[in-house]
C-alpha cells in the first residue's frame, strides 16, 4: 500500500484482515497495489470468501424466493467479476450450475402455483438489488419463463436453456452500462465510449457464446441463442444481421424478452407504458420465426 509515508507490503498468501486496509486509508495511503501476476489469485482469494455461502444459499431449501433472488444477483456478480478478470474458471463454473440449478427450481415453483400470472408485478419489487447486468440477466429469465409457459415449451430443458442463455448472454460485456444498449443506433449515439469498448459490444455475443462451451454438460442450442441475442427482425441486428426466417425459433423468443426486459428498465417500469412498448414491440417483431414469441409476450401481460 502506498500514499503515505509508510508502506506496508503483505505478503502473498498471507492473510489480512480489512482494518489493517482501512488503518492505512486513514492514514491518507489511496493506494493498494497488486502486482499483474498476482491478480487472478488475489480475485480467486477475495471472492472464495463468498462463494461457499453462496453455493449453500442457493442449495437451501430453507430459503425465500426472494431471497434466493437476492443470493442469484450476489452470484451473477461474482461470476462477471471472475470472468471479467481472471476468465471463466471452474470456480465460476460451478457457481454458475448452482445459480441456474437455484433459478429453474424457483422459476418452477413460481410457474405450477397461482403466482405465474402475477410475474411481471413481483418483478418490479425484486429489483434494484444489484448491478445492471446482474439484474437485468435475472429479469430475463423470469420474463423468458413466463412467455415459454405460453408458448407451452416450458419442459425443464428448455427451461435449462433459456436460463443458462439469460445468466451468460452478457458475461463478456467490459463496460456494465453498455447492457442497456439495445441497437446500433444507440451505440454510435454514446459519445463517451472507447473504441475497444465498441469493438467489445459488437463482439460480445459471440465472445460469451465460446465461453459457454467449457461449461460441462450444457444442452445444445445455449451457444446459438447467446450468439444471436442481438440480431433484429429488419436483418439489423449483429453480428450477422440474420432475417427474420433465418434466426433459430429458440432464439427468437429469447431476443424478444431480452429487449422487453430492457424496455421495462428504460419506461422504469411504468405499467400506463408498458402496454405501449408491447404494441410498438408487435409491430416489430411480427415476422418469420418472431411471431410465436411476441404473441407469448402479449398473452403473459395480458394476464
Ligand atoms: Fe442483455
Ligand atoms: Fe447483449
Not at 451468460?168 to 451505440?187: G, M, W
Request: with cysteine; hydrophobic share 40%; net charge negative.
Amino acid at each position: 500500500m502506498l500514499g503515505c509515508e509508510e508502506l506496508q507490503i503483505i505478503n502473498k498468501k498471507s492473510y489480512y484482515e480489512h482494518f489493517l486496509v482501512e488503518k492505512y486509508q486513514k492514514k491518507g495511503c489511496n493506494f493498494f497495489y497488486i502486482g499483474a501476476k498476482d491478480y487472478p489469485a488475489f480475485i480467486e482469494f477475495s471472492v472464495s470468501a463468498v462463494v461457499p455461502s453462496l453455493l449453500r444459499g442457493l442449495e437451501s431449501k430453507a430459503v425465500s424466493s426472494e431471497d434466493k433472488h437476492e443470493l442469484l444477483i450476489a452470484s451473477h456478480q461474482v461470476i462477471h467479476k471472475l470472468v471479467d478478470s481472471i476468465g471463466f474458471t471452474p470456480m465460476a463454473q460451478n457457481l454458475a450450475n448452482s445459480a441456474i440449478n437455484s433459478t429453474i427450481e424457483t422459476l418452477q415453483l413460481v410457474g405450477r402455483s397461482k403466482e405465474s400470472g402475477n410475474l411481471f408485478s413481483k418483478i418490479k419489487k425484486m429489483l434494484k438489488k444489484g448491478d445492471f447486468v446482474s439484474e437485468h440477466s435475472c429479469l430475463v429469465s423470469y420474463i423468458i419463463t413466463a412467455m415459454t409457459i405460453e408458448i407451452n415449451w416450458c419442459s425443464e430443458v428448455t427451461l435449462r436453456k433459456y436460463v443458462v442463455a439469460s445468466f451468460l448472454h452478457d458475461i463478456a460485456l467490459k463496460s456494465p452500462d453498455l447492457a442497456k444498449v439495445r441497437n446500433l443506433d444507440q451505440l454510435y449515439a454514446l459519445t463517451d465510449v472507447t473504441e475497444e469498448d465498441r469493438s467489445n459490444f459488437m463482439n460480445h455475443p459471440e465472445i460469451a457464446s465460446q465461453m459457454i462451451t467449457d461449461l460441462q454438460e450444457l444442452p445444445p442450442d445455449i451457444d446459438t441463442i447467446i450468439a444471436q441475442h442481438h440480431e433484429r427482425p429488419d436483418g439489423k441486428g449483429f453480428p450477422r444481421g440474420l432475417s427474420a426466417l433465418r434466426v433459430a425459433p429458440l432464439s427468437a423468443v429469447f431476443i424478444i424478452a431480452e429487449e422487453f426486459a430492457l424496455r421495462l428498465y428504460e419506461c422504469q417500469f411504468d405499467e400506463n407504458q408498458m402496454m405501449e412498448i408491447v404494441m410498438e414491440m408487435k409491430n416489430k417483431y411480427n415476422a418469420g420465426n418472431y411471431r410465436r414469441g411476441i404473441n407469448a409476450l402479449i398473452k403473459s401481460i395480458m394476464k
